[in-house]
Nanobody, 118 residues
């Protein structure tokens, strides 16, 4: 039983910045990986960035150099700092958490809308 709540989305002009937050609650002991995904209209949901329990990060190509994923263990919260936003970044952004073995369960938040105007 893990609950994820995203926040921080909104409307921003091209070149602007947003910071998304994902607060985890419930039985979070076995979470080893948290990630951000996004889904634009007419497109499949795609990975943006991930961070492990040990602090290792990974990014897809479009996020490298512009987006930064981080975590605050004391607050059980993961962040996605997005700079130099482009209209093509417009999407619903989702937070997800994955448990370690043996369950490998995956949990999803409700999503937060990010809209970048030109």
């Amino acid at each position: 039983q893990v609950q994820l709540v995203e926040s921080g989305g909104g409307l921003v002009q091209a070149g602007g910045s947003l910071r998304l937050s994902c607060a985890a609650s419930g039985s979070i002991f076995n979470i080893y990986l948290m990630e951000w995904y996004r889904q634009a209209p007419g497109k499949e949901r795609e990975l943006v960035a991930g961070i492990t329990k040990g602090g290792s990060t990974n990014y897809v190509d479009f996020a490298k150099g512009r987006f930064t994923i981080s975590r605050d263990n004391a607050k059980n919260t993961v962040y996605l700092q997005m700079n130099s936003l482009k209209p093509e970044d417009t999407a619903v952004y989702y937070c997800t958490a994955r448990e370690s073995f043996p369950s490998l369960k995956r949990y999803w938040g409700q999503g937060t809308q990010v809209t970048v105007s030109s």
